[in-house]
Structures are given as structure tokens and as C-alpha cells.
């Protein structure tokens, strides 16, 4: 189904449920076509395609809502699920705060190409992909005698969206996912250490595509041999590509679902300080080739600029349109697209040569945040460091803190941002943080 094909039903939808008691209407069409692969070593243990097609509507009426799907598409059976959808509906309690956006709110069109798609990706042949996938796992596979096993793993998507309004909202996207990874696991004395590589990109020709296998490998050899430290107050760097775990709580609590359910350590923290200066955090969603790019949200707001955190200080909030109208406040967006964090001067081994008795902390091992009060605890992977170098690994260690103070521990934040993510987070280090082990 085309852009245009997708644009004729929405309508056709629309006007169907509003003439059978609907008040307002909204309707999103998407198509997603992926492939998966995965190599084990040296065969290919899957190989999967997938082409799937929705149909989803969210019905307003006599203050009552209600959100539905189909992935039937032909014209028939589609008004008889709007039928059934719309007398479902009339069952549910009323709530006053359920209707679609002020208008005004609404992407009204004429932005730039954000270059989100790659149009060659659906031209690229399944051998090309296979070759990737087996040469990433072949960077890895019997280069040391105590792998027990490699698998490298290969995806892509694709995907195109036309939503529509019965109150004048008129919109599509699309884009495009490719990504490549490797895990290996290996034998040791204390173990069976494992760890992983992978790299992404919205475009297959810029798919960072070797050394993933390679540096998959040197990360499970350097996890050999974990040792537990002392308990205690310690400097903590966390490595870029796991930062993302320690900023979940900030970004669910700064939602307006959260605030509203008392589920937010930050309610009635908008103009204060949450965090130590160092600490910028920007929305983005119109960079170009961004991961998280988009012209609109998932109710249809256009998407704009604003500055999340600035210096340490709580700017805005996550709001959608029913929160917006549950707690009197400006509606944002209910959902992030490039979230941007300030960055420093220095790379991470830079960093971490100034720390005299510390932990490097490369992965995150179950653990969880209280929304209401901001505790928590998480397991964690790394180094022990002290006097700049890494001494061994450690295990069974526990990071745990309060949200509300943690980050007001941050003390510089690296220059090695992450590039092909949403969530671009650099290296991050901490001061004064409590891990428990012996």
C-alpha cells in the first residue's frame, strides 16, 4: 500500500466512524518490513523476513476513548472493525480530559528532508547481508582457543506512516533501521564470561561494519578473573554505551503519566536545580540523519527544539495532550527523539587516568529505581581502577543512591557521545558514589 492508498482509507476510516457516533477520530497506517539474521558458529541459525501492515484507531466519544488494531486492510473488513471498535467503546466509563490536540499544536508541513531513510536499503540483496554478518563473526570465531561460542547477529527495517485527524491533522514518515552485532562467550576458571559488540545506522553504506567481532572478543577475554572490592564510597565512570541505564529513571520520571501518578521523584522540580551544572540535556528531533528524528510525534505535535536540563537545572517536562489536560499544564510531547547531552573535553581513557582508586563501569546486571522516591540499585560490570589503570575485573558489586542526590555527584561528562543513537550519551563520570560488594 502507498502513501496515497494509506492517506484514501485513513480518510475513508474517518469519515465512516464519525458518521456512526464518533466525535473525534484519529488513525495511524504503517507498514514495516524487516530481516533478521544470525550466524552461530560459522551457520546461519536464522534467517528471518517479516512484512507487516496495521491499521490503528483511537475513537472519542460522548467522552469516552478507546484505542484499537487490525492489520486487515481491505475495505470491508476495516469498516466492520470501526463498527465493532465504536460499539466497544460506548461500554467504557466517560473521561472528561480525552479528546486530540488543540490544532494548533499540530505539524502543519513544509519542514526539510531529515534524511531518515536510506532508498537503497530495499535494493540491497540477502547475500550482502549474510557476507556482512559472517564477516563480523569471523573476526571473532577461533581467534582464541577458549571461545565456546560466537553469533553475530544482522537486522534491518524498514518503516512508512501516514497518520490522519478528524480535526485537520494530515501527516507521513518514514524511516530506516540497520544494525550488526556480535556476542561471544568464552571458558575461564571463575566462569563463563560473555559480552557483545554492536554498531547502527540508518543508512546500510554508513553501517560501521568491522572490529565489531573483534572488540565483542576483547571484552568477554577482559572480563576473566572478576574479583569483588570493598564496599564503599568510590569515583564511578561509566562508559558511554551503557550511560543511557543511570538516565532511565530521569526521563520516566519527567513524564507526564509519572507526574500525574505520583510515580515522579521530579514532581514540582521545573526551574530547579536536579543536578550539577555539568549537566545539559537538549530534545532535538529535526537534525539531520538523527536516530530519533521526526517531523511529529505520535499525536501529531510538531516537533520542535527545547532544552530539557540546562546546567543542572530542570527546564521542561515529557507532557502529552491528556496529561497536559489531567494536569493543567502546557502539553510538550509525551515521547523523546534525540536526546542530546552536553559534552567535556576529554575521552573516557583520559578520564579514567585521573582516577586513584575507583571503578569503570561497562555494563548494567538487573536492579531497579523507585519512581516515587528516586532509590536504587542496580548490579553492575567493570573495572576496578586505581592510579589511572585498569586492575582487574569486578563482579557482584552493586551501584545504589538516590536519583535526587546522584546526580549532583556528576563531576565531567566525556567527549565521546554516541553518534548512531536517539539517546546520544557520552561517558560519564561520578564522584562519592556508594557500591557494595565485601
Known sequence: MNTNDKYTLANLVIEHALKNGAEQV??????????????????????????????????????????????????????????EALAATRYLSQDEFRSLPDPELYYKGGSSDLKTIDANLEAVDAKRKIEL?????????????????????????????????????KGDMGNTNVSLSVSVSIKSDTGRPSDYWYEN?????????????????????????????????????????????????????????????????????????IASPVLTVTDDPVIPGGMGSRLFDNEGFAAVKRPVIENGVLKSYYIDNYYGKKLAMKPTSGSSSNVIFSTGTREMNDMLGSIKK??????????????????????????????????????????TGNMNSFWFNLKEMGNDVLENESVKTPSMMFENIDLSGL
Open 26 to 83: 484519529s488513525v495511524v497506517i504503517q507498514d514495516n518490513r524487516s530481516n533478521n539474521i544470525e550466524i552461530r558458529d560459522q551457520k546461519i541459525d536464522s534467517l528471518k523476513e517479516s512484512n507487516q501492515s496495521s491499521l490503528n484507531i483511537s475513537l472519542y466519544a460522548d467522552k469516552r476513548y478507546s484505542a484499537h488494531s487490525t492489520n486487515r486492510m481491505n475495505e470491508k473488513d476495516v469498516l466492520k472493525f470501526v463498527d
Open 133 to 169: 554478518a559472517n564477516k563480523a563473526h569471523d573476526e571473532a570465531y577461533k581467534k582464541d582457543d577458549r571461545i565456546i561460542s560466537v553469533s553475530s547477529y544482522y537486522s534491518d527495517n524498514i518503516s512508512n506512516m501516514v497518520m490522519v485527524t478528524s480535526n485537520g491533522f
Open 201 to 273: 545506522s540508518l543508512f546500510f553504506d554508513k553501517l560501521k561494519a568491522t572490529d565489531i567481532g573483534k572488540k565483542a572478543l576483547e571484552r568477554a577475554i577482559n572480563k576473566i578473573g572478576p574479583k569483588k572490592i570493598a564496599s564503599g564510597k568510590y569515583p564511578v565512570l561509566i562508559e558511554n554505551r551503557v550511560a543511557g541505564r543511570i538516565c532511565g529513571p530521569v526521563f520516566q520520571a519527567l513524564r507526564g503519566a509519572s507526574l500525574y501518578q505520583k510515580q515522579s521523584f521530579l514532581i514540582g522540580k521545573e526551574n530547579k536545580s
Open 358 to 399: 575507583g571503578v569503570l563501569i561497562t555494563g548494567f546486571i538487573g536492579g531497579n529505581c523507585n519512581g516515587s522516591t528516586g532509590d536504587f540499585s542496580y548490579g553492575i560490570e567493570g573495572y576496578f581502577v586505581q592510579d589511572g589503570k585498569i586492575v582487574h575485573p569486578v563482579n557482584e558489586m552493586n551501584i
